[in-house]
């Protein structure tokens, strides 16, 4: 993922270029370790996605409407939140 670095090039372009590099790896180790993560534990990854999707239907769906729903919905959203990052500990 090393970008070849041109003799040229001024020090801020070096410095974006260095960052873009990092940047691009740590993208890459984090993805390696979410399918990894997901290679291993099939079932939490299902609940979590399920979770992250009720979540968000639950966020959607209150912005467009506001009802008793609305009471609901937050508490449900922080408790499948604190779920999903529980399995990500």
Same mark, same amino acid.
């Given at each position: 993922?090393?970008?070849?670095?041109?003799?040229?090039?001024?020090?801020?372009?070096?410095?974006?270029?260095?960052?873009?590099?990092?940047?691009?790896?740590? =993208? &890459?180790?984090?993805?390696?370790?979410?399918?990894? /993560?997901?290679?291993?534990?099939?079932?939490?990854?299902?609940? $979590?996605? @399920?979770?992250?999707?009720?979540?968000?239907?639950?966020?959607?769906? =209150? &912005?467009?409407?506001?009802?008793?729903?609305?009471? /609901?919905?937050?508490?449900?959203?922080?408790?499948?939140?604190? $779920?999903? @990052?529980?399995?990500?500990?």
């Amino acid at each position: 993922m090393d970008v070849e670095h041109n003799e040229n090039e001024t020090p801020k372009q070096e410095t974006v270029n260095e960052v873009y590099d990092k940047t691009a790896q740590a =993208v &890459s180790e984090t993805y390696a370790q979410a399918k990894s /993560f997901s290679s291993e534990n099939p079932g939490k990854t299902i609940l $979590i996605s @399920l979770g992250i999707g009720a979540g968000l239907g639950f966020l959607f769906g =209150v &912005s467009s409407r506001r009802s008793r729903i609305g009471r /609901f919905a937050q508490p449900v959203v922080n408790a499948l939140s604190d $779920i999903a @990052l529980a399995f990500f500990r």
